[in-house]
Nanobody
Framework: QVQLVESGGGLVQPGGSLRLSCAAS????????MGWYRQAPGKERELVAT???????NCADSVKGRFTISRDNAKNTVYLQMNSLKPEDTAVYYC???????????WGQGTQVTVSS
């Protein structure tokens, strides 16, 4: 059984930082493509960052230069380091696995990030 458990969300002031964690079980993150999505109230779900099984990373233009995706193979965990946070980054952030067919088939329960003064 695959489980992805996110943590690390919370309330932060604009300009602050948070690091989200996604602890995986039932899959090995080092041989899977993983990603982070977010969804804000009333908005469509947005792909924020991805990391391939080869370790290649990519981020959406809206967060490029501020967010970094990484993984710790020993801990079987994927991270999203978020710096210089803005109010528009407020959303529920979800960790997921992208299958070889390109479908994001496993999702975590999400963690809330709120950026507000």
């Amino acid at each position: 059984q695959v489980q992805l458990v996110e943590s690390g969300g919370g309330l932060v002031q604009p300009g602050g930082s948070l690091r989200l964690s996604c602890a995986a079980s039932g899959i090995i993150v080092s041989i899977n493509a993983m990603g982070w999505y977010r969804q804000a109230p009333g908005k469509e779900r947005e792909l924020v960052a991805t990391i391939t099984k080869f370790g290649t990373t990519n981020c959406a233009d809206s967060v490029k230069g501020r967010f970094t995706i990484s993984r710790d193979n020993a801990k079987n965990t994927v991270y999203l380091q978020m710096n210089s946070l803005k109010p528009e980054d407020t959303a529920v952030y979800y960790c997921n696995r992208r299958s070889d067919s390109g479908i994001y088939d496993y999702w975590g329960q999400g963690t809330q990030v709120t950026v507000s003064s």
